[in-house]
């Protein structure tokens, strides 16, 4: 009986895995292409998420940063926010919280970077707020969210949809997202990869 379970979990990651990224794989590919282009111009990836999805903004930003294969490249600019816990707790203090992600990122970004945000469904104020900025300064802004999710923030030039309301499955499909976004930002800037 167990292991009926662990199978029929197994069967459901993988019909979602599929179902999430054959759908959007052109769009997917169209962002790694933004991406690409804006490396070139010496732009930079800014990376954040809300509730668990800010460990995963911390993991792609070490992608970014280190590599995913066996070739030595140079690291790519990209940046997590909302790693800042003092910061976090100050603005709290002062009933600005929702300013944690937006505040950095204005003093860090100019417009010609990206602004990649990972939402868990749950309406997060801090996220709203970081998009405004990312708008406000002319940064191209990707948001990866459920399908349920209602975005109130600005508008976004990308938006990848999960077809889950499940945290875990949230979770997992927003670092393969990571990885696989990373994947292919390497071989557009480095074709041997």
Request: glycine fraction near 8%; aromatic fraction near 6%; charge should be negative.
């Amino acid at each position: 009986m167990p292991q009926t379970r662990l199978l029929d979990s197994l069967r459901r990651t993988c019909d979602l895995t599929a179902e999430t990224f054959e759908k959007q794989a052109g769009e997917l590919t169209r962002l790694s292409g933004a991406i690409v282009e804006a490396f070139h111009r010496d732009g930079r990836l800014f990376v954040a998420g809300s509730g668990n999805l800010t460990q995963i903004a911390a993991l792609v930003e070490a992608y970014f940063v280190d590599r995913l294969t066996s070739f030595e490249r140079p690291p790519l600019p990209a940046v997590a926010l909302g790693q800042n816990l003092p910061l976090g707790t100050a603005l709290d203090q002062h009933g600005r919280s929702a300013e944690r992600l937006a505040r950095p990122f204005s003093m860090l970004a100019r417009s010609g970077d990206l602004l990649l945000m990972f939402a868990d469904g749950s309406h997060d104020p801090a996220l709203e707020a970081l998009g405004q900025a990312a708008a406000d300064l002319g940064c191209p802004t990707t948001l990866v969210r459920p399908e349920r999710l209602d975005w109130t923030g600005p508008p976004v030039e990308f938006c990848f949809q999960l077809p889950t309301d499940h945290d875990g499955e949230q979770v997992e499909l927003s670092l393969l997202f990571g990885r696989l976004l990373c994947e292919l930002v390497e071989r557009g800037l480095f074709q041997a990869v």
